[in-house]
């Protein structure tokens, strides 16, 4: 019984070690196409905001970084 528990809890050990790095990685590429995405909209000319609306453009890049997400 004390071998069963052992591998149950090295399992368990294991897959929430694994769970906890993944959910990491995918933490830190979700702040990098941030980051990214901001510094990139910093460098755009205002002629590029003059024809945008502020809601569509916070629109697109919400909903690109929560599909993002959803496939990481």
Do not use: P
């Not at 990685?25 to 002629?47: G, P, S």
């Not at 690109?64 to 990481?72: A, G, I, S, T, Y």
Request: negative net charge.
């Amino acid at each position: 019984i004390a071998v069963i528990g052992t591998a149950f809890g090295l399992g368990a050990g294991v897959h929430w070690i694994r769970n906890w790095g993944f959910n990491a990685f995918a933490q830190n590429i979700q702040h990098d196409v941030r980051t990214d995405t901001y510094d990139k909209m910093q460098r755009l000319n205002m002629e590029f905001f003059s024809d945008k609306q502020t809601g569509e453009m916070m629109s697109i890049l919400s909903n690109d970084v929560n599909r993002l997400e959803r496939f990481l």
